[in-house]
């Protein structure tokens, strides 16, 4: 099992950022493909970036290319949402997700890939 926990949401006005962060514990958090999703109010939960168990390969959303980068600290068994420049449309609740499968060589961007799920963080850009 990996549990997760993620903080860092907030009240940002347009064009600000926030940093989101995911704790995890549980099994070694290095073995794990990791994955940030958003769901906003009566819509689907959807892929917003995701990053390979070293780090060395990222995928975002088109919708957030070059305003929000994923990253990872094995180290300290934590990944990271830098989100720069958001937009009211970047309201939503966020989740941090790690993936099904330990040791996958594939960085998934479909959440059902991802079987672990932190609680989520509220986001809300006003404009």
């Known amino acids: 099992q990996v549990q997760l926990v993620e903080s860092g949401g907030g009240l940002v006005q347009a064009g600000g950022s926030l940093r989101l962060s995911c704790a995890a514990s549980?099994?070694?958090?290095?073995?794990?493909?990791m994955g940030w999703f958003r769901q906003a109010p009566g819509r689907e939960r959807t892929f917003v970036a995701a990053i390979s168990r070293s780090g060395g390969t990222t995928y975002s959303a088109d919708s957030v290319k070059g305003r929000f980068t994923i990253s990872r600290d094995n180290a300290k068994n934590t990944v990271y949402l830098q989100m720069n420049s958001l937009k009211p449309e970047d309201t939503a609740v966020y989740y941090c997700a790690a993936d099904s499968t330990p040791y996958s060589m594939v960085v998934a961007t479909s959440r059902v890939e991802y079987n672990y799920w932190g609680q989520g963080t509220q986001v809300t850009v006003s404009s």
């Open positions: 549980g099994r070694t958090f290095s073995y794990y493909t």
